[in-house]
């Protein structure tokens, strides 16, 4: 069984970060996490920043991480 999911928003920004890339909509976030990595919170830092800086501390959203390819 497949899904066909369609995000029906704009992206506000897109990242390009050591780990990958990350698109922020208005209260989504897709991150596209690169082949092979171990993510931590000291390695996560930057996509994280930028989450605050977009949605600040009040601002609920969502993360999505796809997963094209393998990590930890």
Request: aromatic share 12%.
């Amino acid at each position: 069984m497949g899904t066909n999911t369609q995000i029906h928003q704009k992206p506000v920004v897109e990242h390009t970060f050591d780990i990958g890339k990350f698109v922020y909509y208005s209260n989504i976030v897709v991150g596209v996490v690169n082949e092979g990595l171990h993510i931590t919170f000291e390695t996560a830092v930057n996509p994280l920043q930028a989450g605050e800086q977009l949605y600040g501390n009040d601002k609920p959203f969502v993360y999505i991480s796809h997963r094209l390819h393998s990590y930890s």
